[in-house]
């Protein structure tokens, strides 16, 4: 907190009151509103949060402006070149670099808790084979939030620990078993000795070969690291909302999940890939959909294109792209895929030299490539959010346990600009 402060007057009453303003590190300095109502008589109202700062955070840093994204400082560049997801886990959590001994122990506990309640594969088959693989991901967590009621503490540091490493270790198991059950195979079990990344691609894709699983356990674990965290956005402000009432972390992840699922958040990639294929499937060429994508009287976008956040490269979409483009290049031309790759890879060229793009920073975004790498592994589309959860669930649990450990945590409770009927009495209903 400094001496900065805004003043603000109400025209009306010529009340006025000097409101904190409280520095950030980097980004906005913001304004705080808590003693607005108190001393004045008015609500901030900020529909969407589109100015709102809903709490304090160590853990992230956006500017989209710029084009940065830096969990706990380190820009996301030097993380996918150096790093792994486990210790990119690590550090978001605790908010430094392992150590050796400290990464093995980490390591060691997320293996040893690979060991999932088998009873999950008994849910899992309880649903039809299409329902949609977010539901099927929301029903294990609530298993487990049932699972482990009876030890529910979230206020001991014990608890916290080891419910996130289970959570961390969990989701993607039950991502690998959900996959199983809709490719109609048998559950596959995991292997302690693995990682992450591995252990998916292993169960899986049990019968591609040993090559295969490594280049594609590269691209995942790439792939969850870039998703492993990206601030306050909808699903982590709701595993926030929701943990905030000291429900169960699993319960406060499964909500989280559900936020996900929705078509303007983790939905996107999935919608680049059908985009892909219409235009594969139509007569007409990628110049035309182009064209379709310019004509300010048709509303047809380019999926993958553009950002809300980052009016600058997306960073996450440069490091995936390149990614995308190795991938591709070892595919062979019998790939049945390759014709759409084709189409990506003309899109992105024609979107990357032409004006309309460029003078409006439209640039292929991180949805983009990862649609294409998912497809490319071999991954159904309705698993591509599951496959953001699986790398988000670190970021909810940093999340979650830096809210838990704030001594100024209270139970979040936003207020509301009432625009219903005032007082009305009730009629009989013959009266009405
Ligand atoms: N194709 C064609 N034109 C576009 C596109 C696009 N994909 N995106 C934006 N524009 C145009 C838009 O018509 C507008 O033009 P003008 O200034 O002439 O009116 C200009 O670019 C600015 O667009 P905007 O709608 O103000 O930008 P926004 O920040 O509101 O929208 C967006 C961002 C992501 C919703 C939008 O770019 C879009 O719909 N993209 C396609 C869907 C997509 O890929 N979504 C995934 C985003 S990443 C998700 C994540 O990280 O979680």
């Not at 907190?1 to 950030?24: A, F, H």
């Not at 691609?201 to 965290?229: C, G, R, V, W």
Request: charged letters at 25%; hydrophobic letters at 35%.
């Amino acid at each position: 907190m400094t001496d900065k402060k805004i003043t603000i007057k109400d025209g009306q009453s010529d009340n006025e009151i000097d409101l904190p303003v409280i520095d950030s590190i980097l980004g906005p300095n913001v304004v705080d509103m808590r003693s607005l109502e108190k001393n004045l008589g008015y609500l901030s109202h900020d529909p969407g949060f589109m100015s709102t700062s809903s709490c304090e955070s160590k853990i992230t840093f956006i500017d989209g402006n710029e084009g940065k994204l830096w969990y706990r400082g380190y820009p996301i560049e030097e993380l996918a070149e150096n790093s792994s997801f486990l210790e990119t886990a690590y550090l978001l959590l605790y908010g430094n670099l392992p150590k050796i001994n400290d990464l093995k122990s980490f390591s060691r506990d997320i293996c040893n808790s690979y060991d999932v309640d088998n009873s999950i594969k008994n849910i899992i088959e309880v649903f039809d084979i299409d329902s949609h693989p977010m539901a099927i991901m929301t029903a294990c967590l609530t298993y487990l939030s049932a699972k482990y009621h009876s030890d529910l503490d979230i206020k001991n540091k014990t608890y916290r620990y080891n419910s996130t490493i289970n959570l961390i270790a969990s989701v993607p198991i039950m991502a690998a078993w959900i996959l199983n059950f809709i490719h109609k195979k048998e559950f596959e079990n995991p292997n302690k000795n693995l990682s992450i990344a591995e252990n998916f691609i292993s169960m899986s894709f049990p019968n591609i070969s040993d090559d295969q699983k490594k280049l594609s356990s590269k691209a995942m674990d790439i792939i969850f690291l870039l998703h492993a965290d990206h601030e306050q956005n909808a699903s982590t402000s709701t595993v926030r909302l929701s943990g905030s009432s000291e429900t169960s972390p699993y319960a406060a992840i499964a909500a989280g999940i559900s936020t996900l699922w929705g078509p303007t958040h983790g939905g996107a990639n999935e919608a680049v890939i059908n985009m892909l294929e219409e235009i594969k499937n139509s007569d007409k060429d990628v110049e035309h959909y182009i064209n379709m994508a310019k004509d300010k009287e048709n509303p047809f976008r380019l999926m993958g294109f553009g950002h809300r956040i980052y009016k600058n490269y997306d960073p996450r979409a440069k490091i995936i792209q390149k990614i995308a483009h190795e991938y591709l290049k070892k595919l062979d031309e019998q790939n049945p895929n390759k014709p759409l790759f084709d189409i990506a890879m003309k899109l992105e060229k024609y979107a990357l030299e032409d004006d309309y793009f460029v003078s409006r920073k439209l640039y292929p975004n991180v949805d983009f490539y990862s649609g294409i790498v998912l497809k490319a592994i071999g991954i159904p589309q309705s698993m591509y959010t599951v496959i953001f959860a699986l790398a988000r669930t670190v970021g909810w649990a940093a999340h979650w346990n830096e809210m838990i450990e704030d001594t100024n945590f209270k139970i979040g409770r936003p207020r509301q600009l009432y625009t219903g009927k005032s007082k009305t009495s009730y009629k009989k209903i013959e009266d009405r």
